[in-house]
């Protein structure tokens, strides 16, 4: 089974950038997700095994860029324009679906985490 390591987390000041890498033992269609306290896990972008396709929500679209790096099996998140409101625990998920990729469910294997915090 694929496993994931997550890294690049931090605190950061509101309008800063921060790069979170996913480094996966195989190649599958990746997403990220976040999950802010007290609140459910959401989707933040997916790219395809290929690197062909990426999604994104709308409520990063413009400032995040998800990216893959398929000699090394990793899969990046840079993040920039940051808000509070991005503020989260952020997850790397894999997936051998390739429809609906902006599901969890779609998900069968999840990384731990990686706390964001964005100051004022």
């Known amino acids: 089974q694929v496993q994931l390591v997550e890294s690049g987390g931090g605190l950061v000041q509101a309008g800063g950038s921060l790069r979170l890498s996913c480094a996966a033992s195989?190649?599958?269609?990746m997403g990220w997700f976040r999950q802010a306290p007290g609140k459910e896990r959401e989707f933040v972008a997916a790219?395809?095994?290929?690197?062909?396709?990426?999604y994104y929500a709308d409520s990063v679209k413009g400032r995040f860029t998800i990216s893959r790096d398929n000699a090394k099996n990793t899969v990046y998140l840079q993040m920039n324009s940051l808000k509070p409101e991005d503020t989260a625990v952020y997850y790397c998920?894999?997936?051998?679906?390739?429809?609906?990729?902006?599901?969890?469910?779609?998900?069968?294997?999840w990384g731990q985490g990686t706390q964001v915090t964005v100051s004022l």
């Open positions: 998920a894999a997936t051998a679906r390739l429809i609906n990729l902006r599901a969890l469910s779609q998900y069968d294997v």
């Open positions: 195989a190649r599958y269609n």
């Open positions: 790219i395809t095994w290929s690197g062909s396709s990426s």
